[in-house]
């Protein structure tokens, strides 16, 4: 295309057209389970219709001829001419595949690549009938007026009236029972179609009258109250008082819409109404075979046209929304960041001094501070539905190639996430959604066998809890058998026979997140070389996330993902350790307790405390943190319990400060790459502190831990 096309238009394009590819992706899988939703067929019908509308605006003709062909079988189905099929669907999916290429390129300014020909060719065969049993018969009055236009010559030689072969009685009734609307008795008040004169009507004009006659597949009538609406867009009227628009073959825009929602609005055909296009004919006496149409009175179409006209005005309302560059908004979530350390030091200093007046100041900023970092907050959120939304398509996909019945069910997608974190789980949830399909859901024969519906079930859920999202993947499949995990991890090397002896079930479901580890014996395209749920557990803990596996063999699988509500503004807890202050992020933080060394012990020449009848690996921060410093451990202090992925590991601190919100600040790019530290931040008495990667942390020190 011509890049010369405004900018804002472009633009406003690529933001529509985004939206809709990303409806039309879980629209067009949920029409495959709802063969038979009418709402839904037309709303599938619409996407493409514009989307093919503003490519053509733009010279798009790539992008144009494979919606056009998309947007055809849609009419096709609609029209009960074709029924839905998974091979059907197939199609229409490697379509919306190439107009998502070509959006892509598109955005990217790049030259468009035009859908393969094969592809063009298969829906070009869809777009007609799939055979002449599925089209729906012609009813008499069509197979009539075929048969008038091809033997005119001979109708005209029969002085009858009406439809040749009928007398009027006859043709009153059959038009009763096409419309039980009450029809002019008078063939003088309303316009007629000429069929046996000198002027032959065009292939348009019939198939304009077959449409009027008949729409999707059956006609439809209205009832005389309600006549005048869908006249004053589509009336045929009497030669004196025909308007301006309709004396030079224009429409108006209002005319338009009103058409197009007759043929596509409802999913039903059009009224039973005159077409503008077809020109009235003036009765002749040497052709008594003619077709009389519905009349209009011509005194109702003036009173309706302002009236048609003027609704726009009053409907329209102010834009409630704008499109700001995400820099801007991040931006300004650096600038609230600032002005939270401000807040923070001024609630120290507060504390250090009996003026009323300034802890009235001071509270009253602190109350401002929050409500205006919330607000710059929601500017960043977006639902989750936008990850949702893709595993339609990725289940319909893996249950098509691997031969099995998947149902998935998603609840909470409204529940709001920061867009970095919508981001940086896409990956992870992607690779959870195919695990369960391809190692959760047993294949149909199995589950049948075992007494379950040959149909498995997916189930995502999204909600928030206080400061955290809670992200759940559940699946009725197979669940799993820790003692198989524990072998194959054995087999291959991950852990030795002591420790697996030693692991609680919960722990072995852990094991499928360790690199390397696959249950698959044969590599496919969906999993087997033992890389995704790494990724997963990668992806999950760099967000501060936790993520925990419950499994119930024969009966299925539940993971629960648990991630900060946003990556702006960080919770953390402040401790000591020696002289020096760090921040732990506090999703991390399980529990807090006083350090007592009756409580530990060694296992494997790792000191561990019993908690809870459970050994955690207890870990002293100073020797990590403080190499330089010499110092002797020391017996007093309080450990941290803290979740690094699906691990609990206990820290031990000379001091607890509290918690505090602060504002990650990078680095410098001396200290990149420094092992366990994830930035720095201002404390609220004006001093530094470093905030503590945990999971780098453990990977750097305690490599056995992680």
């Known amino acids: 295309m011509g890049f010369e096309v405004d900018e804002d238009i472009l633009q406003d394009f690529l933001v529509e057209a985004s939206e809709i590819l990303e409806q039309l992706s879980e629209q067009l899988v949920t029409l495959e389970r709802q063969p038979d939703d009418k709402d839904l067929l037309n709303a599938i019908f619409r996407g493409f219709h514009t989307v093919k509308g503003g490519a053509g605006f733009m010279s798009l003709t790539a992008l144009v001829d494979t919606c056009h062909k998309a947007e055809n079988v849609f009419d096709i189905l609609r029209n009960g001419q074709r029924q839905v099929t998974s091979e059907l669907m197939d199609v229409i999916l490697r379509a919306l595949d190439a107009v998502n290429l070509m959006f892509s390129e598109l955005q990217n300014s790049e030259e468009l690549t035009p859908a393969e020909p094969e592809l063009l060719d298969e829906l070009e065969r869809y777009c007609r009938p799939a055979s002449a049993d599925e089209v729906a018969a012609p009813v008499v009055a069509e197979q009539l007026v075929s048969e008038q236009l091809v033997s005119k010559q ?71 109250s309600e006549a005048n609406e869908p006249a004053a867009a589509l009336s045929t009227q009497a030669p004196s008082q025909t308007s301006p628009a309709a004396t030079d073959g224009m429409i108006d825009d209002d005319e338009f819409e009103a058409l197009l929602d007759q043929l596509h609005g409802s999913g039903k055909g059009p009224t039973f109404t005159a077409d503008e296009n077809v020109k009235p004919a003036e009765p002749q006496a040497s052709a008594p075979a003619q077709i009389a149409a519905p009349a209009v009175s011509a005194a109702a179409k003036p009173q309706e046209k302002p009236a048609a006209k003027a609704a726009p005005a009053h409907s329209s309302a102010p834009e409630t929304t704008v499109r700001v560059d995400t820099k801007i908004l991040d931006k300004i979530m650096n600038m609230v960041g600032e002005l939270v350390l401000v807040r923070n030091r001024l609630l120290s200093l507060e504390a250090n001094h009996d003026d009323e007046n300034i802890s009235k100041t001071v509270a009253n900023l602190d109350s401002v501070t929050g409500d205006l970092q919330g607000a710059v907050m929601k500017t960043r959120m977006q639902p989750i539905k936008k990850v949702f939304g893709r ?268 918690q505090e919100e602060v504002v990650i600040k990078p680095l410098d790019r001396l200290l990149h790459g420094t092992p366990g530290m994830a930035g720095a931040t201002i404390t609220s008495d004006g001093g530094i502190a470093l905030i503590l990667d945990l999971a780098g942390l453990i990977k750097a020190y305690a490599r056995r831990y992680v």
């Open 154 to 224: 001979a109708a005209a030689a029969e002085p009858a009236e009406g439809i040749a072969g009928l007398d009027q009685a006859q043709y009153q009734k059959m038009l009763n029972e096409l419309d039980p609307t009450p029809q002019p008795a008078s063939p003088s008040t309303a316009p007629v179609i000429d069929l046996n004169g000198t002027d032959d009507i065009s292939d348009d004009e019939f198939e304009a009258l077959l449409d009027q006659l008949h729409g999707a597949g059956k006609h439809s009538g209205i009832p005389a």
């Open 391 to 658: 595993f339609s398509r990725v289940v319909r996909d893996i249950a098509r190639t691997m031969n099995k019945e998947i149902n998935l069910e998603m609840v909470g997608e409204d529940t709001d996430l920061d867009k970095n974190l919508v981001e940086a789980l896409a990956d992870p949830l992607v690779h959870l959604v195919r695990n369960s399909c391809d190692h959760g859901i047993e294949m149909p024969e199995v589950r049948e066998a075992a007494g379950k519906p040959r149909m498995g079930t997916i189930r995502l859920t999204a909600s928030q809890e206080g400061d955290h999202i809670l992200l759940g993947i559940e699946d009725d499949g197979a669940g799993m058998d820790p003692e198989k995990l524990k072998s194959i991890a054995i087999n291959r090397g991950i852990l030795d026979a002591d420790a697996a002896a030693r692991m609680t079930d919960n722990e072995a479901y852990n094991l499928i997140f360790a690199p390397g580890f696959s249950t698959k014996v044969e590599i496919t395209d969906v999993s087997g070389r033992g890389v995704g749920m790494d990724v997963v557990k990668t992806g999950i803990t760099s967000v501060n996330g936790s993520i925990y596996i419950d499994s119930t063999l024969g009966k299925g699988t539940r993971l629960q993902i648990k991630v900060p509500l946003t990556l702006a503004i960080l919770p953390t807890l402040m401790v000591l350790v020696g002289q020096q202050t760090f921040a732990l992020p506090l999703t991390n933080v399980d529990e807090i307790f006083h350090l007592d060394l009756t409580r530990t012990s060694m296992v494997d020449g790792q000191l561990t405390i019993v908690v809870r009848n459970h050994a955690i690996p207890l870990f002293y921060l100073q020797d990590w943190l403080l190499k330089g410093e010499r110092r002797a451990r020391q017996e007093r202090g309080h450990v941290v319990i803290v979740a690094v992925g699906n691990q609990q590991v206990g820290f031990v601190v000379d001091g607890l400060i509290g």
